[in-house]
Each structure stands twice: as structure tokens, then as C-alpha cells.
């Protein structure tokens, strides 16, 4: 598994940065956010889902058959929509309610 960054839609807000748990994501000095060893990524998706400007792309490692499945987040007015690439461009969603995410 990966994190992928598109410096052209990064705006160097450092929201992504404040979120990492494992401090790994760093600002460049062109300000936008990258990760000097993304094989250190744990895979834990924060980054991803407080991106509110679609910076940043997470690649599914063949143990949880990606097979070069790409995981990217959007925010909508209710929540979050989870949206899964394969290598072919088929792509499926998931919305999840802000709302609800936390019930039990």
C-alpha cells in the first residue's frame, strides 16, 4: 500500500501533515505536502480523508486485491464518498454519512 500526492492539486494547507500519525508526511519548499519514503506509509488513510482538495490517492497493495486499485476520498454535504479505481478504470463508490459513521 501507498499515498500517492498530486503536488499540482496540493494547496499546502498542512492539514494532511497535522493528521499523520506517524509524523511521515513533510512540506516541501515549493509548500506542498509530500512523503519522503512512502514505503514507510502505514496505510492508515487519515491523509486521504482530511484532503479536501483530492491531493492525494491511496494504491491498495495486492494483499487486499488491489492489483493496482486506486482508493481516493471526496467530502460531499453529508459526508464522505470513497471512490475505488481499477488498473482498467472501472470505478466503484461508497458513501458514508457523517452522520452516522460513528453509531453503533
Not at 497493495?61 to 488498473?87: A, C, H, M, Q
Not at 482498467?88 to 460513528?102: E, L, M, P, T, V
Request: charged share 25%; net charge positive.
Amino acid at each position: 500500500m501507498s499515498v500517492k500526492f498530486n503536488r499540482s492539486k496540493c494547496v499546502g494547507c498542512r492539514q494532511c501533515v497535522e493528521v499523520c500519525p506517524g509524523n511521515l508526511i513533510k512540506i516541501g519548499s515549493d509548500r506542498k505536502a509530500y512523503i519522503p519514503h512512502e514505503r514507510d506509509c502505514w496505510g492508515c488513510t487519515s491523509c486521504i480523508k482530511e484532503c479536501r482538495f483530492g491531493a492525494i490517492d491511496f494504491f491498495l497493495g495486492p494483499d487486499l486485491e488491489g492489483r493496482g486499485t486506486k482508493l481516493s476520498v471526496s467530502r460531499n454535504e453529508n459526508g464522505y464518498v470513497w471512490t475505488f479505481t481499477d488498473i482498467q478504470g472501472h470505478k466503484r463508490q461508497i458513501s458514508i454519512n457523517a452522520k452516522d459513521a460513528n453509531r453503533y
